[in-house]
C-alpha cells in the first residue's frame, strides 16, 4: 500500500561525520530495496549494511518510508545529473546520435536497479506532496531546454517549450515501461529506435530544413561545463 505516515527525517545532519553516515544509510537503504523489496525490507537489514546501530538510523529517519523517500529523492539527483552528463558529452554530436546516446544513458542508469524503480512506482503515489515531482519536472525540462537551445541544427521559437514536454513524458513512460518488461539486446535495440524516432518526430516543428548549413564548430578554448 502507498505510504501513509508523515515520514519527515527526524533532524538534518550538520557535521561531516553525520553526513556521510547519512549518505552512507541511503546507499544501503537503496541497495536493500532493489534486492528484497520495500515490503521485506527492515531498518535493521539497512544498518546493518550501513555498519551503524540501529539507534543511529533512528536518529536520522524514523521509519522505512523516511529512507525510501530519501532514496527516491537521491534517484531524481543521479538522473539530472546522469542526463546532464550524457548531454555535455553529445553536444557536438548530429542531433538524432545524441538523442540515442542520452537516452541510452539514461535507460542504463534505470536498468542497473530495475526492482528498485518498480518500488519506486508501488510505494510512493504520483503526485505525493511528500516528493518534489514539479521542482524534479522543472528542473529537468530547463536542462533540455538549455541543450537544445544551444544547438544550431534546432529553431528557437514557441514550438520548443511544447515539444519539451512532449518529449519529456514520452521518455519517462516508455523508460519506466523498459525496466520491466525489455529483457534482451534485441528488445533494448527495438525500442530504442521507437523511442529515439518519437523525440525526434517531437522535433520535426524545431528541426532546421535539410540542407541547410547547421555543421557545428567546436569553440578553441570554451566548453560546456
Keep these: 500500500m ?14 561531516l561525520r553525520s553526513r556521510m553516515m547519512v549518505e552512507t544509510t541511503v546507499e544501503a537503504a537503496r541497495q536493500i530495496f532493489a534486492e528484497h523489496g520495500f ?17 543511529s538510523l533512528y536518529q536520522y529517519f524514523p521509519n522505512k518510508d523516511s529512507l525510501i523517500l530519501a532514496v527516491h529523492k537521491k ?18 554530436m548530429p542531433l538524432k546520435d545524441a538523442i540515442r546516446q542520452i537516452i ?26 511528500l516528493v518534489d515531482q514539479d521542482g524534479f519536472q522543472s528542473e529537468m525540462a530547463q536542462i533540455v531546454l538549455n541543450f ?4 544550431p541544427d534546432v529553431q528557437q521559437g514557441d514550438q520548443l517549450k511544447p515539444a519539451v514536454v512532449v518529449i519529456m513524458n ?6 519506466h515501461a523498459a525496466v520491466g518488461s525489455v529483457s534482451d539486446g534485441e528488445s533494448r535495440e527495438k525500442m ?4 529515439c524516432a518519437g523525440i525526434y518526430g517531437s522535433l520535426n516543428t524545431v528541426v532546421q530544413p535539410v540542407g541547410q548549413d547547421v555543421s557545428v564548430t567546436v569553440p578553441a578554448s570554451d566548453g560546456l561545463g
Design 2 to 15: 502507498p505510504l501513509q505516515s508523515d515520514p519527515q527525517p527526524r533532524r538534518q545532519p550538520k557535521q
Design 39 to 55: 515490503e521485506a525490507a527492515t531498518t535493521n537489514q539497512i544498518a546493518d549494511r550501513a555498519g551503524i546501530s540501529i539507534g
Design 75 to 92: 534517484h531524481h539527483e543521479e538522473v539530472l545529473a546522469v542526463v546532464k552528463g550524457a548531454m555535455d558529452r553529445c553536444q557536438f
Design 104 to 129: 541510452v544513458a539514461n535507460l542504463d542508469m534505470h536498468m542497473k536497479t530495475p526492482r528498485l524503480h518498480a518500488e519506486f512506482d508501488a510505494w510512493i503515489p504520483a503526485r505525493s506532496k
Design 148 to 151: 537544445l537551445s544551444q544547438r
Design 170 to 175: 514520452m521518455v519517462r513512460s516508455v523508460l
Design 192 to 195: 530504442l529506435d521507437h523511442l
